[in-house]
Structure formats: C-alpha cells, structure tokens
C-alpha cells in the first residue's frame, strides 16, 4: 500500500534539514515550549487505553473519530513520556511528507528548492507544528495524491477515505482523484469503505455522541485567526467599528457578535463554493498530472484559507501540497506562502495574547492571511493555464 521510493542524494539532504529544523525549532523536539493540543490528546488517549473509556460514549471528543488511533498509540506504547512520543512520531510523519513531496516533485518535474516549505515546516510553523497531529493527515494526502498520480487507483482511494476520517479535508480531493478513476463506482466504494472503517465503530458506540462532536464543530463561531476576522480586527484597530474576543467552543478563541456570526456563515459558504469551483474546473479540462496535483492544491487551499477556521496548524495541509503545484504561478505560490509561514509565528506565538488584545499582531496576522489569498490567486492562475494553452492550439 506504500511504495517507498528509492532514496537519492537530493531525498537525504531534504530530510537532514528536516531532521535539524525539528531539532532547533522552537517548541520542536528538543523544546517543551507550547506543548499546546497535546494535553488534549493525552487526556483522551489516556481515558482510552488505561481507564477503558470509550470515546464520544463516555467522554466528550472534539475530534473527528479517525484521530482516536492517533491520541491512543502513545499512551498504549510510552505513556510516561506521552508528548515526546507523540512529537517524535509526527517528526516521522513529516519526514514521510518530505520523501513523498520529493517523489511527487520529480514525477512533475517541480524544482526540488520550491520545496522548502515542505523541508522547513517545523522551524516555520514552530510549536503548532510537532504538538498537533496534522502531519498525519497531511501525510497521508500526500500519499493518495502519490498513489493517484502512479495509477494505483484503489490504493489513493483508500488514503483519501482514511485522511477524510482523520481529519476532514482530504475528502476534498477525492472528487478530482474520482474523475482520473477508469473505474469510479470502485474508487467511490474503497473511499467510503476505508473511512468507515474507522468512523463506523465508534458511531455503533455512540451516534450521538459522534454527532454531538461533529455539530459542535459545524456550528463554531468566527475564530480569531481567519481572513474575515483579520479584516474585522483591522477595522477594530482604527477605530471604523469595535469587535472583542470571546471563548469559543470547542476551546477556540473566537470573535463575538452579530457581524462576526455574519461573516463566518458567509466565509463557510465561500470556502465550499471556491472548492467546487476548483473541482469542476479540473474536471472541465485536460487531465494531466499537473493539473490534478495543482487542483488538489486550490481545493484545500480554499478549504483551508476561506473558512470560519483557521487555526495556525491548518497551514500544515496547505504547506505539503501548495508547493507542488507546476508552472510560474506554481513556483509564485510557493514562494507566497513561505512569506505567509514566516508571520504566522509572530501572529501567534510572539504574542501569546496579541490578537485578543488588538495590539501589532493584528496587521502580522492581516499581511498573513493577505498572503495567503495571493497563494490562492496564484494556484488559481496555475490551474486555469490550460485555457490559454488550449486557446493558443486552436490558432
């Protein structure tokens, strides 16, 4: 089910600065600076494995039921040292993402530099990136995407309905990886069959309790970091209107009030639009390697950017796939989100309170999201090039 491909020069360099910017990294392996969402984690793992307590039956569970194994696997194996496991094995899992990135790279052809969001991540994203589990995920798209690109069709589609199950957003991609299919009803049956094999015994156990943790993360409010709430912040800061933080649930800092309710009705809605935009207008083209990978990229870069959530370790997803994205505009999106990468840390960690305070980290966290807006422009670019490709062989 994985194809390991065959170590190179490049492959070994690429994964030694990985293994350093883990090392240095502030909050990395080598720090116990923010150790953030993993005392969630532990929490829940522990409950499982030592108590026997089931998730979503007898306990609350913010997370999607896939993550279950995730938070599980270290208090089973090293449970007096359950954060350094679990930061080693998300270094494992974006190590995976820079092998996978580099064998994807070199099928299209993509400039092995473009790929230094990818190799840096960790000293980029800092302690948001070892102490959450979106390396998982993220490695895991890359996978499918790997699989879809070789032709192993029943091998993407299982990636693809695990990821979606882990974490949401590799569904996304599913749809494009569906239209590359020559058998779809099969590609659509190992999806779904994949993901339930994880989300059906926890539902069996608890539906509602599983529906529970899947409302209470549909009906969140606006959160502080999204691009809706940087331009309310904005506007806050220069006195235009007056906007305040309130404890969002599940555990999220978030903006209160009507406007703010308003715009992150309006920001999910926009973020599902510019993915199906993204979907039918791979479909509607040629079907080229390039572009199903760049399509990959714009359909979760909108999921990710245009939402009414954005935390700073959603940049994890957007990271491993943005930059292997083909073309100028490929290689400008990948440079645009290494700038966008750079202010996150000053966004979030600089000042732990900033945001809420409305102090400088409020035009950090606008040139952030700015940027990463230009990402989207660019991989839009990218993808629609075919029109001018098309248009130029007809003449």
């Not at 979503?56 to 040292?81: C, I, K, M, Q």
């Not at 589990?133 to 070789?150: F, K, M, R, S, T």
């Not at 933080?245 to 920001?267: E, Q, R, Y």
Request: glycine share 8%.
């Amino acid at each position: 089910m994985i194809r390991v491909p065959r170590p190179t020069p490049a492959t070994a360099f690429a994964l030694l600065l990985f293994a350093a910017a883990t090392l240095v990294a502030y909050g990395g392996l080598l720090s116990h600076a923010y150790p953030g969402d993993t005392s969630a984690y532990s929490l829940y793992g522990r409950e499982l494995v030592l108590d026997g307590r089931i998730p979503y039956r007898d306990f609350y569970d913010e997370y999607p039921p896939g993550s279950v194994p995730v938070f599980a696997l270290p208090a089973l194996l090293w449970n007096a040292h359950y954060v350094l496991f679990f930061k080693l094995w998300m270094a494992l899992c974006g190590a995976g993402c820079v092998v996978a990135a580099l064998a994807i790279a070199r099928r299209l052809a993509i400039p092995a530099l473009q790929l230094a969001p990818v190799i840096l991540l960790p000293v980029l994203l800092g302690p948001v990136y070892l102490n959450r589990y979106d390396p998982l995920p993220a490695l895991i798209l890359l996978l499918a995407v790997l699989a879809v690109v070789d032709g192993r069709e029943r091998t993407g589609a299982i990636w693809l309905g695990l990821g979606t199950v882990v974490k949401l957003f590799p569904a996304v991609v599913a749809p494009l990886a569906l239209r590359r299919a020559h058998h779809r009803l099969p590609f659509a049956a190992w999806w779904a069959g994949a993901g339930l094999v994880l989300f059906a015994p926890f539902f069996l156990a608890a539906p509602g309790g599983v529906g529970f943790s899947l409302w209470s993360q549909a009906k969140r409010h606006l959160e502080i970091e999204t691009l809706a709430s940087s331009v309310l912040l904005a506007g806050s800061k220069l006195g235009i209107h007056h906007v305040d933080w309130i404890a969002g649930k599940p555990g999220s800092i978030d903006l209160g009030g009507s406007l703010a309710d308003a715009l992150a009705t309006i920001s999910s809605l926009v973020s599902v639009v510019l993915v199906l935009w993204a979907i039918r207008e791979y479909w509607r083209g040629p079907d080229t390697d390039r572009r199903f990978v760049t399509a990959a990229a714009v359909a979760v870069t909108a999921f990710a950017v245009f939402g009414k959530v954005l935390s700073p370790q959603y940049l994890t997803w957007v990271a491993v796939i943005v930059p292997l994205a083909a073309g100028r505009n490929g290689a400008r999106a990948a440079g645009s989100l290494f700038a966008a990468l750079l202010l996150t840390q000053p966004a979030y960690i600089v000042d732990k309170y900033g945001l809420r305070e409305q102090n400088w980290t409020v035009w950090a966290l606008l040139a952030r999201n700015a940027l990463l807006v230009l990402v989207f422009v660019f991989l839009v670019r990218a993808l629609r090039e075919w029109r001018s490709s098309a248009a130029t062989v007809a003449r």
